[in-house]
Every structure is written in C-alpha cells, then in structure tokens.
C-alpha cells in the first residue's frame, strides 16, 4: 500500500511532536509565537543566510550545514571544520532550495530564521512547524537587534552564557561608536552612495536592509528619499546626486571607477574616497546582512569619519575573528581581509 506525501509528513510530524511534548520548555520568539523547544537542542537548521552565520558565531557545533557552502577563500577565515559542513539549502528568500522531506531527512532539532518580522514569514514558520513537528523561530534581524537577537537564541539553544558574551560585545561596539556619532554635527555627516552590481548602479533605498549600518552612522543615504529594497539607477542619477562617499564590495568596480570619464565628476572620485568593503570570511557592510556587519560598523565608521575613529583596525578586526568566527588571523591575512581582497 503507497502513503502519499500529505500523509507521510504529517505521521512525522505526528511523531516527532508526541517525542518533544513531554519535554519541551517555551520560548517567545520575536515574533511573538510561543516556540516548544526540546530540553537538550543538539541540530539546528538555518532557514537563510543571516540565520547560519549567527548560529555559526555562538554555536558552530549546533548548525547543521550552510545554506550556501563559503568559498574556499572564505573559509580560511572560518573555524577549524567549519567548511566541512554540507549545503543544506535555504527555506526563505529567493532561490529558497530546500524542501519539507528535505528538512525532515536532516533530522532537526530546531529551525531558526533571522531576519525581517512580517506576517510572510510568519506564516511559513506556522506552516513548516505544523507540517514537520519541528519547532521554528522567527528573530529579529535588524542591526540595532543583534544583542537582542543573541540572547534570544541563547535562550532556544541552551548556550546562554555564550550567548551574552557575544551580546555584551555587540552592545558595547554600538555604544562605543554611537556615542561618537552622536556628537557630529549634520553638516559634518558625509552623503554616501552604496554601489552594487559590477557597474556600481545597484544601491539601497531608503530603509533596505542593505544600507541599515550606514543610515545607522548618521551618513546620508543619497537613495533614501525612496524607500524599500534594493533598486538599479542611472549613471546620472548619481552624478545629480554627487555623493561625498561611494562604498562598495564590487572589487572591479572599485578599480575601475577611479579611472573612469563618466564618473570623474563625482565628488567621492574626485576626492579618493571610493571604499571597497571587506568580504573575508562575509561582507561587512552586508550579503548577508548578520552579525558580520558588527565588525563592519568599525570599518564604516572610521572610512566615514576618520578624524573621530583613529584605532588601528588590525587589532579590533583580530579581536572580533577570534571570538565570533572562532580562529585566530596572521597578520597578513587581516591585511588581506582590510584591503577587501578575496
């Protein structure tokens, strides 16, 4: 006699919630939602990018595998095995690669999603949760929300001790620099475009996620007066706009648009100040925006107001790798890493 799939997900799901009801403690995620977690949490899977590297930095030993496996290049940057983990796919966002039997056959103990609060992903938590007997929760994955995150996954894994360690840096790191920022009068904040794309004309609107830590320094975004994701505009649109910044993580971009007629009028080309993100072992400005982007506020801050954050970054940049990314960088990989090469 053949089962059909509705009905073999939902024996699983049966089973596998009978197996956690007897022992399960409630957490409220940041949506809201009552999530029963298993006293003993020992494979989680990420539903995103954001998710896999946040659970990466506090617990690598509890994350089943990367939705997209790094790149070698990345992976020296990364803890000992830590690209030995499988790709296991991704539940949200675009492309999302995985499916129920898929996440079933990985035997989770828990799903986590971070990233952006809406009735979307609230609904799909709902729907994976009762179609697979898996419990999933939603946090927060706003920038100013990282601590906040940490200790809320702290609390979904057990590691709450690891877990504010890591959230007592990320407090600190944002008041440190907040509190400088705050003192910058408005005419002494830079306007910076943010370019994407390999001809630099893919940027981020007002509110996008994508430019959160920047808009966070205070920088005027100049897309912000529109507001969503990311969006494509024209060589001349950002010649009206002549930003004093241009921040991007297209190294070819980078080098080429110093040398290019069609953007030499440009205030930031004119001055020297196009700055190519660091990307090793993640971006730091975002793709994907996480906790990596901590690191990055330093390195921001700093190419935006130099005169108010003369720390090396070298010693700041070793600090961070060793306690969230759990190895220890030589001296010419940080160069590497500062000078945005792969």
Known sequence: MSIDRRTWL??????SLMQRAARAAVVTDDAGRNVAI???IERVFPAGPPASILLYTLAPDLLLGWTRRPEPAACTYLGAAACDKPEVGRLTGRGNTTNLEVLLSLKPDLVIDVGTIND????LANRVQQQTGVPYALLDGRFA????SYRKLGKLTGRQGAAETLARYADKTIATIKGRIDRIPADRRPRV????GPR???TGLGGSINVETIEFLGADNVAGARRGGMATVSVEQVLAWNPDVIVTIEPAFAASVRNDPVWAPIKAVKTGRVYLSPRL???WVDFPPSVNRLIGLWWLAKALYPDRFPEDLRPITRDFYQQFYHMNPTDAQIDRVLAGQR
């Open 193 to 196: 475009y943010y370019a994407r």
């Open 10 to 15: 939902a024996g699983l799901a049966a089973a």
């Open 281 to 283: 072992p993640f971006g």
């Open 200 to 202: 630099g004309l893919q």
């Open 120 to 123: 979307t992903y609230v609904s």
């Open 38 to 40: 298993p006293q003993k």
């Open 145 to 148: 929300a990282v601590a906040q």
